[in-house]
């Protein structure tokens, strides 16, 4: 039986017992160690501050795994932060293998799992804030800081920068294998704390790299990697939408054999492809090519991780999103482009982003060599292929006419190349921001208040202009708060203070700033709601709708959605213009005013400036109104419907993501005062889509349970629970089957209703209703459930469910009525309410 790490470094042993111990734990499992581990597990056990700037492959999961060993031994807390959830979460179960789950907690801001536990993975943001809120008396012992470059990031640095200057009882471990010059940092940290800080750098991969720049065409250098037994590839691609186009050009390769394939397919087994791209990746990886990016499905990650670990896909097609420590075994990283779009402009790729992307390759334990190929530009691609073909024929290569790059293009050659491999990581540069949450947060923690503000301000890694324009900053703030009465000043004469004590006015709940920043203002707004008939102005019956938007309002944007609903609503719009006889520029004129839906834009924006008149820290966050959630609802959608229409199909995992942040911030924000059955149906329905799309998470706890050492075994994730478990969920599915009959027949669509139900005689009694009525309403009151009637009676003996809608007509006579059946062994299957109409009668 393996030793267990809790045994090999117990409870109060020593620095010298817990090196030892836990080099007879990593012996015990087949791992000798590098000298950097060595030299920087020494250092912790020591109680120095590490800070780990090695090359990737050089093991640093493993020096993360002695630290929290080392600190468990003395009794004490450590957390692990990463940038990404997805990170944390991988490190969170990595971590609940070797220590236990009881030992493990995980709190990403969205979601919290045995969060006091003595080992904590969560976001940089989630430690910062807790940093701001305690300072000195946080209980934190000990953190370890992956991927640490993120210090520089212009957005986020703050996150990386906090903890440094408020945690000084703790032990850091700051680990990337991208860092550049650390000194001032190092110089920093020892002036604060009073711990030596042990700098384990420069060292030599175990896997060297070679580097080469390449002027043939892609599939010519896939092939040729292939050949020379170079893979598993990574295509690195700056943009989702090449790499997918990448893996359908690379397609027609011969990239496995008949016998790979068969193991390929035997492997996923009966994985469940449901979706328009999880379609289009079955038919990759069975050819031995993998998608990787962040809007894939997280199921779909893990299975092209998992291939990939197996080494079963030859090519990854990806994005550099690969670079930020996720575990796919690599041996050559093949980069289209040294230059990429950063979210304002293009530019050539820094020395740290190349390295970070190029450590990726070589397999330690698998590869004696990793390689590192960049493809030139495509102009010089072909301006090399003509003098190929022209040989040594003068004349030819004379007569040749060479491409250029583009205007406007930023270009790159084998210059740049050369000059990023030899670059070093450009130095970090600190970040610092000030927000009033943040602020609120040093203020709650008491005390000197204003010594404590003054030594973030003044006490930091920001140069000298800097830290007077964050004191500008700081004092702005503190003024907004103290005239929103957020803020008090006390008097001059307090016995117990040296100086005015300042303190908060309002009670903070224990997550501020932690999980949705704009949920307070999210439940004044929903105060504003008549569930009787909602004051938010959408009409009567929209009360659960109303209380989505809100709630929607406070998340943030999934871009992809937004940008195509727009781009179907000005389609719409141009359209109808043209039918209203409108002319191109007046059309034009009004297109500029279509956007996505934005349901109580009017009444958000007056609330949110009500609101923050008197908690102006609300000011820091934007607030965003949107529709995903209602528009699917509202439709009738599915998922995959959903991604259809909007032609979503490249960020299923964004749309996934979203729509699960949406129904955990409806559970946790909406007060149970506040809840209506309409709204308890609305969350069962959206928990129920987004477990049937992805129970990824699901499927991680049961693996924790029940786990699989057989490496042999299928790649297949436990399906997710039947969509006929959660009767509420399921009712829901089966009345929005029917609504969607009520919305086409309304617009006369006669040919979609006959398409969905042959059988039904839909022209006839759309032409039969229409005689008798001028339309089918589908307002608020037309989708009631108390319009839907459900015999479940007949299940038993026959399998299906009896279901009959009543149609809203204007005058309220209620006489048609939709009857049909519920295939209750399908909708199992298939994951959703397989409805089929047979009939449309008038009583």
Same mark, same amino acid.
């Given at each position: 039986?393996?030793?267990?790490?809790?045994?090999?470094?117990?409870?109060?042993?020593?620095?010298?017992?817990?090196?030892?111990?836990?080099?007879?734990?990593?012996?015990?499992?087949?791992?000798?160690?590098?000298?950097?581990?060595?030299?920087?597990?020494?250092?912790?056990?020591?109680?120095?501050?590490?800070?780990?700037?090695?090359?990737?492959?050089?093991?640093?999961?493993?020096?993360?795994?002695?630290?929290?060993?080392?600190?468990?031994?003395? +009794?004490?807390?450590?957390?692990?932060?990463?940038?990404?959830?997805?990170?944390?979460?991988?490190?969170?179960?990595?971590?609940?293998?070797?220590?236990?789950?009881?030992?493990?907690?995980?709190?990403?801001?969205?979601?919290?799992?045995?969060?006091?536990?003595?080992?904590?993975?969560?976001?940089?943001?989630?430690?910062? %804030?807790?940093?701001?809120?305690?300072?000195?008396?946080?209980?934190?012992?000990?953190?370890?800081?992956?991927?640490?470059?993120?210090?520089?990031?212009?957005?986020?640095?703050?996150?990386?920068?906090?903890?440094?200057?408020?945690?000084?009882?703790?032990?850091?471990?700051?680990?990337?294998?991208?860092?550049?010059?650390?000194?001032?940092?190092?110089?920093?940290?020892?002036?604060?704390?009073?711990?030596?800080?042990?700098?384990?750098?420069?060292?030599?991969?175990?896997?060297?790299?070679?580097?080469?720049?390449?002027?043939?065409?892609?599939?010519?250098?896939?092939?040729?990697?292939?050949?020379?037994?170079?893979?598993?590839?990574?295509?690195?691609?700056?943009?989702?939408?090449?790499?997918?186009?990448?893996?359908?050009?690379?397609?027609?390769?011969?990239?496995?054999?008949?016998?790979?394939?068969?193991?390929?397919?035997?492997?996923?087994?009966?994985?469940?492809?449901?979706?328009?791209?999880?379609?289009?990746?079955?038919?990759?990886?069975?050819?031995?090519?993998?998608?990787?990016?962040?809007?894939?499905?997280?199921?779909?990650?893990?299975?092209?991780?998992?291939?990939?670990?197996?080494?079963?896909?030859?090519?990854?097609?990806?994005?550099?999103?690969?670079?930020?420590?996720?575990?796919?075994?690599?041996?050559?990283?093949?980069?289209?482009?040294?230059?990429?779009?950063?979210?304002?402009?293009?530019?050539?790729?820094?020395?740290?982003?190349?390295?970070?992307?190029?450590?990726?390759?070589?397999?330690?334990? &698998?590869?004696?060599?990793?390689?590192?190929?960049?493809?030139?530009?495509?102009?010089?691609?072909?301006?090399?292929?003509?003098?190929?073909?022209?040989?040594?024929?003068?004349?030819?290569?004379?007569?040749?006419?060479?491409?250029?790059?583009?205007?406007?293009?930023? %270009?790159? +050659?084998?210059?740049?190349?050369?000059?990023?491999?030899?670059?070093?990581?450009?130095?970090?540069?600190?970040?610092?921001?000030?927000?009033?949450?943040?602020?609120?947060?040093?203020?709650?923690? +008491?005390?000197?208040?204003?010594?404590? !503000?003054?030594?973030?301000?003044?006490?930091?890694?920001?140069?000298?202009?800097?830290?007077?324009?964050?004191?500008?900053?700081?004092?702005?703030? &503190?003024?907004?708060?103290?005239?929103?009465?957020?803020?008090?000043?006390?008097?001059?004469?307090?016995?117990?203070?040296?100086?005015?004590?300042?303190? @908060?006015?309002?009670?903070? =709940?224990?997550?501020?700033?932690?999980?949705?920043?704009?949920?307070?203002?999210?439940?004044?707004?929903?105060?504003?709601?008549?569930?009787?008939?909602?004051?938010?102005?959408?009409?009567?019956?929209?009360?659960?709708?109303?209380?989505?938007?809100?709630?929607?309002?406070?998340?943030?944007?999934?871009?992809?959605?937004?940008?195509?609903?727009?781009?179907?609503?000005?389609?719409?719009?141009?359209?109808?213009?043209?039918?209203?006889?409108?002319?191109?520029?007046?059309?034009?004129?009004? @297109?500029?005013?279509?956007?996505?839906?934005?349901?109580?834009?009017?009444?958000?924006? =007056?609330?949110?400036?009500?609101?923050?008149?008197?908690?102006?820290?609300?000011?820091?966050?934007?607030?965003?109104?949107?529709?995903?959630?209602?528009?699917?609802?509202?439709?009738?959608?599915?998922?995959?419907? @959903?991604?259809?229409?909007?032609?979503?199909?490249?960020?299923?995992?964004?749309?996934?993501?979203?729509?699960?942040?949406?129904?955990?911030?409806?559970?946790?924000?909406?007060?149970?005062?506040?809840?209506?059955?309409?709204?308890?149906?609305?969350?069962?329905?959206?928990?129920?889509?987004?477990?049937?799309?992805?129970?990824?998470?699901?499927?991680?706890?049961?693996?924790?349970?029940?786990?699989?050492?057989?490496?042999?075994?299928? !790649?297949?994730?436990?399906?997710?629970?039947?969509?006929?478990?959660?009767?509420?969920?399921?009712?829901?599915?089966?009345?929005?089957?029917?609504?969607?009959?009520?919305?086409?027949?309304?617009?006369?669509?006669?040919?979609?209703?006959?398409?969905?139900?042959?059988?039904?005689?839909?022209?006839?009694?759309?032409?039969?209703?229409?005689?008798?009525?001028?339309?089918?309403?589908?307002?608020?009151?037309?989708?009631?459930?108390?319009?839907?009637?459900?015999?479940?009676?007949?299940?038993?003996?026959?399998?299906?469910?009896?279901?009959?809608?009543?149609?809203?007509?204007?005058?309220?006579?209620?006489?048609?009525?939709?009857?049909? !059946?519920?295939?209750?062994?399908?909708?199992?299957?298939?994951?959703?309410?397989?409805?089929?109409?047979?009939? !449309?009668?008038?009583?």
């Amino acid at each position: 039986m393996p030793l267990s790490l809790l045994d090999a470094v117990p409870r109060d042993a020593d620095a010298d017992a817990a090196y030892s111990g836990f080099v007879e734990w990593a012996a015990d499992r087949g791992l000798s160690l590098y000298p950097a581990q060595d030299e920087a597990i020494i250092e912790i056990v020591s109680g120095s501050h590490v800070i780990l700037s090695t090359p990737t492959g050089t093991g640093k999961s493993l020096v993360a795994v002695a630290a929290h060993a080392a600190a468990l031994a003395q +009794g004490g807390r450590t957390y692990y932060t990463a940038p990404i959830k997805a990170l944390v979460s991988e490190k969170f179960f990595a971590l609940v293998e070797i220590f236990g789950a009881a030992n493990v907690g995980m709190v990403t801001g969205d979601s919290a799992v045995n969060p006091d536990a003595a080992i904590v993975c969560c976001t940089a943001e989630i430690l910062a %804030n807790l940093a701001l809120r305690q300072g000195a008396d946080a209980h934190v012992d000990q953190v370890v800081m992956d991927e640490f470059h993120y210090y520089g990031d212009p957005e986020r640095g703050w996150a990386w920068q906090v903890p440094l200057l408020l945690l000084p009882r703790a032990q850091f471990v700051l680990m990337s294998a991208t860092l550049g010059d650390v000194t001032a940092i190092a110089e920093d940290l020892e002036r604060r704390t009073g711990r030596a800080v042990a700098r384990v750098t420069g060292v030599e991969r175990p896997v060297p790299l070679h580097f080469s720049y390449a002027r043939t065409p892609i599939h010519e250098t896939v092939e040729e990697l292939l050949h020379t037994g170079q893979s598993p590839i990574y295509v690195v691609h700056f943009s989702q939408a090449a790499a997918m186009e990448r893996a359908q050009a690379l397609s027609s390769i011969r990239i496995v054999s008949r016998e790979q394939r068969d193991e390929i397919a035997d492997a996923i087994g009966g994985f469940r492809f449901t979706t328009a791209f999880g379609r289009t990746l079955s038919r990759y990886v069975r050819a031995g090519i993998g998608v990787h990016h962040a809007g894939m499905l997280p199921r779909y990650r893990r299975l092209v991780e998992t291939l990939a670990q197996r080494g079963l896909l030859r090519v990854i097609c990806g994005t550099d999103t690969l670079g930020v420590g996720i575990n796919v075994p690599i041996r050559t990283v093949l980069i289209t482009a040294l230059s990429k779009y950063d979210g304002t402009r293009m530019r050539q790729l820094s020395a740290r982003e190349f390295h970070q992307i190029s450590g990726r390759a070589g397999r330690a334990g &698998f590869d004696t060599a990793g390689t590192v190929v960049v493809m030139a530009p495509e102009w010089e691609i072909e301006n090399e292929s003509a003098l190929r073909k022209a040989g040594d024929d003068a004349a030819k290569r004379k007569k040749i006419v060479r491409k250029k790059a583009p205007a406007g293009v930023v %270009n790159w +050659g084998l210059g740049s190349f050369e000059r990023l491999v030899d670059a070093e990581p450009e130095p970090l540069v600190p970040q610092l921001q000030l927000t009033a949450a943040m602020l609120i947060n040093v203020i709650a923690r +008491g005390g000197d208040v204003f010594g404590n !503000v003054r030594s973030l301000v003044f006490d930091n890694h920001e140069p000298r202009a800097r830290k007077y324009e964050l004191a500008r900053r700081a004092i702005a703030i &503190f003024r907004t708060l103290v005239t929103a009465g957020v803020v008090e000043i006390g008097s001059l004469e307090t016995p117990d203070a040296g100086a005015p004590g300042i303190r @908060l006015t309002v009670d903070l =709940q224990p997550n501020f700033a932690l999980n949705q920043p704009l949920s307070p203002f999210a439940l004044a707004a929903i105060g504003l709601l008549d569930p009787e008939g909602s004051e938010g102005g959408a009409g009567t019956g929209h009360y659960a709708l109303d209380v989505v938007s809100i709630i929607e309002a406070t998340l943030d944007d999934p871009r992809p959605v937004l940008s195509q609903q727009q781009f179907r609503a000005r389609g719409e719009a141009v359209a109808a213009m043209k039918q209203d006889g409108l002319d191109y520029d007046e059309r034009m004129a009004l @297109l500029e005013e279509v956007t996505y839906p934005k349901p109580l834009e009017e009444l958000l924006a =007056q609330s949110f400036e009500v609101f923050a008149s008197s908690q102006p820290w609300i000011r820091d966050f934007e607030l965003s109104p949107k529709s995903v959630v209602r528009d699917m609802f509202e439709r009738a959608l599915s998922f995959s419907e @959903l991604i259809s229409l909007y032609q979503l199909a490249r960020s299923e995992g964004l749309v996934l993501r979203y729509l699960s942040d949406a129904y955990r911030a409806i559970r946790q924000t909406v007060p149970a005062e506040a809840q209506t059955e309409e709204l308890h149906d609305l969350v069962a329905w959206l928990g129920e889509v987004v477990r049937q799309v992805d129970s990824s998470l699901v499927d991680e706890w049961e693996s924790l349970i029940n786990p699989v050492d057989d490496p042999s075994a299928p !790649v297949v994730p436990p399906a997710p629970p039947s969509v006929l478990t959660n009767r509420r969920a399921f009712g829901v599915l089966v009345r929005n089957e029917l609504f969607r009959r009520v919305q086409l027949a309304a617009l006369q669509r006669d040919d979609e209703l006959v398409e969905l139900d042959p059988d039904a005689g839909w022209p006839e009694a759309l032409d039969a209703y229409f005689d008798e009525h001028d339309e089918i309403l589908t307002g608020g009151a037309a989708r009631s459930p108390r319009l839907v009637t459900v015999d479940e009676q007949a299940a038993v003996a026959s399998g299906v469910w009896r279901v009959e809608q009543t149609i809203d007509d204007p005058e309220g006579h209620h006489d048609w009525r939709i009857r049909g !059946v519920v295939d209750l062994a399908a909708s199992e299957e298939s994951g959703t309410a397989v409805v089929q109409v047979t009939e !449309v009668v008038r009583l």
